[in-house]
């Protein structure tokens, strides 16, 4: 098993350089570049120059889309508004040679039994404008981690199978919803070979996820001894100081012996 570690967060344009390098200084392999509030990267040529240095470094790029997506609104308006987000994420990530954008995608609202229905016609949709571009870029809904959210293990799988789109297993969402990392229904959910995953310490309640904190080793050994063999992973650390974590978890996958 060969796991690449790295953090949720590239810092600004001016900073990008520096930062790359050092991540990779640091054995970091992947960056996922945060969107989260907007699409800061505006000009095509720093897209392009950014995804240049990371090749350069071997370092694996993905981004997050917005946190303000619902692909499950009863409000039509911000369900296209959610997709326009979204794919405006794939425009700006294909420029950067980005593999994945991973997005949250929606809450159950007052139909839960529907939601499933409506977030997967938008993922559909989403991917035949991808296809239509010619993007290589793909959409990986990601595992959730409070109840009334949608995206528990099997509803997430269920969409990979359904539509052919990627996935990111957030294993700290995954503890923070059912209260335990069970790996052997992870690994029924998700037979694919290559795994994008997210983690980071977290804080918790009966409803789920509250907040995240920084990682401590043993959050580490304990996921890593877990892990399967027989994937490939990619893990980025969303902790509040994500490149300190991501290191973390290189240092402890490395004394394990696991590299």
Same mark, same amino acid.
């Given at each position: 098993?060969?796991? =690449?570690?790295?953090?949720?967060?590239?810092?600004?344009?001016?900073?990008?350089?520096?930062?790359?390098?050092?991540?990779?200084?640091?054995?970091?392999r992947?960056? /996922?570049?945060?969107?989260?509030?907007?699409?800061? @990267?505006?000009?095509?040529?720093?897209?392009?120059?950014i995804?240049? =240095?990371?090749?350069?470094?071997?370092?694996?790029?993905?981004?997050?889309?917005?946190?303000?997506?619902?692909?499950?609104?009863?409000?039509?308006?911000?369900?296209?508004?959610?997709?326009?987000?979204?794919?405006?994420?794939?425009?700006?990530? /294909?420029?950067?040679?980005?593999?994945?954008?991973?997005?949250?995608?929606?809450?159950?609202?007052?139909?839960?039994?529907?939601?499933?229905?409506?977030?997967?016609?938008?993922?559909?949709?989403?991917?035949?404008?991808? /296809?239509? =571009?010619?993007?290589? #870029? =793909?959409?990986?809904?990601?595992?959730?981690?409070?109840?009334?959210?949608?995206?528990?293990?099997?509803?997430?799988?269920?969409?990979?199978?359904?539509?052919?789109?990627?996935?990111? @297993?957030?294993?700290?969402?995954?503890?923070?919803?059912?209260?335990?990392?069970?790996?052997?229904?992870?690994?029924?959910?998700?037979?694919?070979?290559?795994?994008h995953?997210?983690?980071?310490?977290?804080? %918790?309640?009966?409803?789920?996820?509250?907040?995240?904190?920084?990682?401590?080793?043993?959050?580490?050994?304990?996921?890593?001894?877990?892990?399967?063999?027989?994937?490939? #992973?990619?893990i980025?650390?969303?902790?509040?100081?994500?490149?300190?974590?991501?290191?973390?978890?290189?240092?402890? %996958?490395?004394?394990m012996?696991?590299?």
């Amino acid at each position: 098993m060969k796991i =690449k570690f790295g953090p949720a967060g590239l810092g600004g344009v001016k900073e990008a350089e520096e930062n790359l390098e050092a991540f990779y200084r640091a054995g970091l392999r992947v960056c /996922e570049i945060a969107f989260t509030y907007s699409v800061y @990267i505006k000009e095509e040529g720093d897209a392009v120059w950014i995804g240049a =240095k990371a090749r350069e470094l071997g370092i694996e790029l993905t981004v997050h889309a917005p946190y303000f997506v619902n692909l499950n609104s009863d409000d039509a308006e911000k369900r296209e508004a959610s997709k326009k987000r979204i794919l405006e994420c794939c425009r700006v990530g /294909e420029l950067m040679g980005a593999t994945l954008v991973v997005f949250h995608p929606g809450f159950y609202g007052k139909d839960r039994e529907g939601a499933y229905d409506r977030i997967k016609e938008g993922i559909v949709e989403m991917m035949e404008v991808i /296809e239509k =571009k010619g993007w290589g #870029i =793909k959409l990986a809904p990601e595992t959730m981690g409070k109840v009334n959210v949608f995206g528990n293990v099997e509803e997430i799988s269920k969409l990979v199978e359904d539509t052919g789109c990627g996935f990111c @297993i957030d294993f700290s969402h995954i503890l923070a919803r059912d209260k335990e990392i069970d790996m052997e229904r992870i690994e029924r959910a998700f037979p694919w070979k290559e795994w994008h995953c997210h983690f980071s310490g977290i804080e %918790y309640g009966e409803k789920g996820e509250k907040h995240h904190k920084m990682s401590e080793k043993e959050n580490w050994r304990e996921l890593l001894k877990k892990l399967p063999e027989d994937r490939e #992973i990619t893990i980025v650390c969303e902790d509040p100081d994500p490149p300190a974590g991501a290191v973390l978890g290189l240092e402890t %996958y490395e004394e394990m012996g696991k590299s």
